[in-house]
């Protein structure tokens, strides 16, 4: 399966029910990420990668290919400071996630990773522009 046949298949679903467990299974087999906003405070993931992110009113996940992009444990110093984070996030390939408060759909995805979107719908009005790519394109 490509990641335009998998945002083929997603889109039009409703939120809470956006990717079943055979989808996610299928995606991982495949090397493709699933992206999309859930509730109004994380941004979920699945398929090649299975986690979640914490970002109220929106923020930044950094990603590599091996997942999300975790603080290395910096002990001497400040994370920003820390030489270790710096080497490492800018190999991280970065995932804007947008909250919207008015207009549009509640969630939309930026990102430089080449991706495929789909449309969730919540009470038949646009929820989330959730994003598919694949692994290897980080």
Avoid at 48 to 60: F, L, N, P
Avoid at 76 to 89: H, L, M, N
Avoid at 116 to 122: C, L, S
Wanted: charged share 30%; glycine share 10%; net charge negative.
């Amino acid at each position: 399966m490509t990641g335009k046949e998998l945002a083929e298949l997603l889109t039009g679903r409703n939120y809470m029910e956006e990717i079943t467990l055979s989808e996610k299974k299928t995606a991982k087999e495949n090397g493709l990420v699933v992206v999309f906003g859930y509730s109004d405070d994380n941004a979920e993931f699945c398929g090649a990668i299975d986690d979640e992110v914490g970002c109220y009113d929106g923020g930044t996940i950094f990603i590599t290919k091996t997942g999300i992009f975790d603080d290395p444990g910096c002990q001497k110093y400040d994370r920003e400071e820390c030489p270790f984070y710096a080497a490492a996030k800018k190999l991280a390939r970065r995932i804007d996630a947008v909250w919207h408060d008015e207009g549009g759909p509640c969630w939309t995805f930026k990102t430089d990773i080449p991706h495929e979107t789909f449309e969730i719908y919540e009470d038949g009005e646009l929820w989330c522009i959730g994003i598919v790519f694949c692994i290897s394109d980080i």
